[in-house]
């Protein structure tokens, strides 16, 4: 088996995705993302009206996750429609993508076999890539420094429980981050970051320095429009 840096690998896939598809803003939609990179997102329901096409245990692997990725009949990533709130299907969602984008069916498809125990490393690495996609850790900690009331578990699109594992390996997640990764990131959410709404009549711009005041109605610091 060969040797596995998985967290330094999966910090610098979720950087490398948000720069070549242009995720800019928060919180991350992993059906854009899909839809970008071409990968096909297949809801249950939709797979249950195709009886013989696809595998009949894949009810009860559902039950198992919110979604998995199918190599046979057809390359896609089936998920659970019937889930209330999009937290955790849109970690389980970056999750399968980690798969996809770190070429872990190419790479390792030994053990990325159907049927077979789920690797270890591997799932580990996708866990990774998923909380970086979905709360990469320089936006993490401008929010977390600049807004701390607003660095919760909704601005990131995140279940409780997934906010919490963000946050428990935030400082483990942060030695892989470098000073280019993170600028570019940076610069990715810059509009975003900067975006503000006017506590007193709405109004909604990007604050660019200077007094931080709204050009509408001069109201003084504006919330930002997270």
């Not at 928060?26 to 249950?44: E, N, R």
């Not at 009949?56 to 998995?68: K, Q, S, W």
């Not at 770190?102 to 690797?119: E, Q």
């Amino acid at each position: 088996m060969p040797a596995f840096s998985g967290g330094d690998r999966a910090v610098h896939y979720a950087c490398a995705v948000c720069a070549d598809l242009q995720v800019s803003r928060l919180p991350v939609d992993p059906f854009a993302l899909a839809q970008s990179a071409g990968i096909t997102l297949v809801p249950f329901s939709s797979a249950m009206n195709a009886p013989g096409f696809f595998p009949e245990d894949l009810g009860h692997r559902l039950r198992m996750a919110c979604a998995v990725t199918l190599t046979y009949p057809t390359f896609c990533i089936v998920y659970r429609d019937d889930l209330s709130g999009g937290g955790r299907l849109r970690f389980a969602l970056a999750h399968e993508l980690g798969h996809l984008f770190m070429n872990h069916y190419r790479d390792y498809p030994d053990r990325m076999f159907s049927g077979m125990s789920a690797d270890s490393s591997l799932e580990e690495e996708a866990d990774t890539f998923a909380r970086n996609l979905l709360a990469p850790v320089p936006l993490v900690d401008v929010i977390r420094y600049n807004r701390p009331r607003q660095a919760r578990a909704e601005v990131f699109g995140l279940s409780r429980r997934d906010w919490i594992t963000r946050l428990d390996a935030l400082e483990g997640d942060r030695a892989h981050v470098d000073e280019n990764m993170a600028n570019t990131l940076i610069w990715l959410f810059h509009d975003y970051l900067l975006g503000r709404r006017c506590s007193s009549c709405g109004h909604t711009f990007t604050f660019t320095g200077g007094e931080d005041v709204c050009p509408n109605c001069g109201a003084a610091v504006p919330d930002w429009d997270l």
